[in-house]
């Protein structure tokens, strides 16, 4: 009589070994996206337990006044308009942040690449590095930094 493939047998295999078993069978299927999908997977609950947290500990809508009820979009309030005017000091420290941030950008591949570009590079450094501080003190001497 032929013997059935199928059949349960007695000797069955300990859970311990199934799991590893599941594992390498997932890791073989998937291959390298498995790594992907597990840190989708975490990313998934983090966001999900983020969003439960605020849903069930959030004050939600028991506080809801006259003044919550008004719709609000953009910064611009539903009340009358009046319009008000920006000092220039903040508009030229926010400039003076900009340009010194990006001289700062550029800076920072001169200094990684300086023991290659030995003595040009660090002249070249000295030179940009000075230009930036006379224009610090141009704009010091100019009253620029002064907040009115």
């Known amino acids: 009589m032929a013997e059935n493939r199928f059949a349960k ?15 390498a069978i997932v890791a073989s299927v998937l291959g390298d996206w498995a790594a992907i999908l597990v840190f989708m997977g975490i990313s998934a ?11 069930f ?4 809508g028991r506080q809801r006044g006259s003044a919550k009820s008004r719709p609000f979009e953009s910064g611009v309030s539903t009340g009358a308009y ?15 942040f900009i ?10 591949p001169l200094a990684v690449q300086l023991r290659e570009l030995a003595l040009f590079g ?4 000295l030179v940009f590095v000075a230009l930036l501080a006379i224009g610090y003190v141009y704009i010091w001497r100019k009253g620029a930094l002064e907040w009115k």
């Open 45 to 55: 609950m983090i966001a999900g337990s983020l969003l439960a947290a605020s849903v």
């Open 57 to 60: 500990l959030g004050k939600g």
């Open 122 to 125: 660090f002249l070249e450094l």
């Open 9 to 23: 047998r007695n000797d069955a295999i300990p859970t311990a070994s199934v799991g590893r078993c599941l594992c």
């Open 99 to 108: 340009v010194f941030d990006i001289e700062i950008v550029f800076l920072y």
């Open 82 to 96: 009046e319009p008000s005017r920006f000092s220039i000091s903040y508009y030229l420290t926010a400039m003076l």
